[in-house]
């Protein structure tokens, strides 16, 4: 336990996410997108640091995009890109960014093929973008994602958000080249003891594995086991081994099990 | 529609939520108490305006609870509440309002009742406050819900996190006295037509009813409609006026139904 660490991987790439919607303020919507991006973003080992969620007041988000996209290497906005008036994203990330809004000519004529005779104004305000942004598209999803520099514009329709998940993969993969294989990864412990009990237990793999996250987590109402431990990092030898050693500290009769 | 609307009601109290946790950040758990925070502040007539989420750093937190509890009536956190290293919610708290972190005697008394001889240290930072805390309970929530001016220290697991809300309530309401009555409301109507469609009528409605909230959200997979489209106030018969006049203003065939 004594042996002193490896050296530490570079610091992860780091995101945040800004969810744009009174619906979720409100509570008539649950949020739904977060967890998937969270988990998109762990094996590729890009860090999500924060998240904001902000009403559909265009001033706020605009001071949100400008001040988490400088903070992050990525930020991704989820909500507000549909055709009516609560949906300010694409003028929020423009004025964020000092650039127009202007209209995608191939996103314009996508959406004039699709509606054809019943097109309306309403419709083509689907084309509109920032000036300069990218149009991320892959083989399997041709209506592009708006990413202007750092900044993807995802939707906030739960169900659409996850089809444009693989174009953001796609491209991160490209963009993180040699940092590639530096996922998270993530093992466990499940005990009967509860976490006041385990407190010194932990405090002493936290110690020795400065490089490994350490979280307790209570169950309720679960007999099979009373607290889960969890040992997160980029290296899978060292969060394994962090795992063993605190697995070693425990008493006769635990742990329940681990994955 | 030209009759001009009613004075605005005053300004509703506002809150935030600061949710704590790397859990939550990095997808292994699904935030489940914002939402639940939002329906119960709702018919309060309290306005959720900005949800945060941290990792478990000390300094990020401290500077989040200074920022969120000068700007808003209520600041609410969720988790890091527990007795292990990751649990860093009161020292936070404490160094945001510039107060020591202190163990409350009938806390640590009611810890030692309950644990006998199995009550180990890590047990008793269970008691730790910030000084001056109010410990708020009811008559059915024994175990206190700290409390430090408008800043309400929520744990982060669900099941015990739903349990603070009666007492959340209770206090609230309380100290709303006179605004009572002003909860909000929340009426919709559920139509077949698109977001482009309906631009046009949601932009009359929104122009004629400035103190109602207007909301569209486009519905996948659902076969009975494909629009739900929200009206929210603090008055309900604005609200209802709102909703009927959008829906006097739609084509033969719709609403689908309204509620």
Redesign the interface.
């Known amino acids: 336990m004594n042996q002193s660490p490896p050296p530490p991987l570079p610091i992860a790439p780091t995101a945040a996410v800004l969810?744009i919607g009174?619906?979720?303020?409100?509570?008539?919507?649950?949020?739904a997108n977060?967890?998937?991006?969270?988990?998109t973003?762990?094996p590729l080992g890009v860090l999500?640091?924060?998240?904001?969620?902000?009403?559909?007041d265009i001033d706020t988000i605009v001071r949100e995009v400008r001040d988490l996209s400088k903070a992050h290497d990525w930020l991704f906005t989820s909500g507000g890109v549909?055709?009516?008036?609560?949906d300010v994203t694409v003028e929020a990330v423009s004025r964020a960014f000092n650039v127009r809004v202007v209209s995608s000519p191939p996103m314009e004529a996508m959406l004039r093929a699709h509606?054809r005779e019943?097109?309306?104004?309403?419709?083509?305000?689907?084309a509109l973008v920032p000036e300069g942004a990218a149009l991320e598209v892959t083989a399997e999803v041709a209506w592009p994602t708006i990413r202007f520099e750092n900044t993807w514009l995802l939707p906030g329709?739960p169900?659409?958000f996850r089809m444009k998940i693989p174009v953001v993969v796609a491209r991160l993969k490209q963009s993180l080249g040699d940092e590639r294989g530096h996922g998270?990864v993530?093992h466990a412990a499940y005990v009967k003891m509860?976490?006041?009990?385990?407190?010194?237990l932990?405090?002493c793999v936290?110690a020795s594995f400065p490089d490994v996250?350490?979280?307790?987590?209570?169950k309720?109402?679960d007999p099979s086991y009373k607290t889960k431990v969890?040992f997160?990092g980029r290296d899978d030898a060292r969060v394994l081994s962090a795992r063993d050693a605190f697995v070693a500290s425990l008493p006769a009769g635990e742990p329940q099990r681990v994955d």
């Open positions: 969810v009174d619906e979720i303020l409100s509570g008539k919507v649950e949020e977060v967890a998937v991006l969270a988990r973003l762990r999500l640091m924060r998240v904001v969620v902000v009403m559909d549909g055709p009516t008036h609560d509606y019943r097109c309306t104004a309403g419709h083509l305000r689907m329709i169900e659409v998270f993530s509860d976490e006041g009990e385990l407190k010194p932990l405090d936290v996250a350490v979280g307790s987590y209570p309720w109402l969890t997160d």
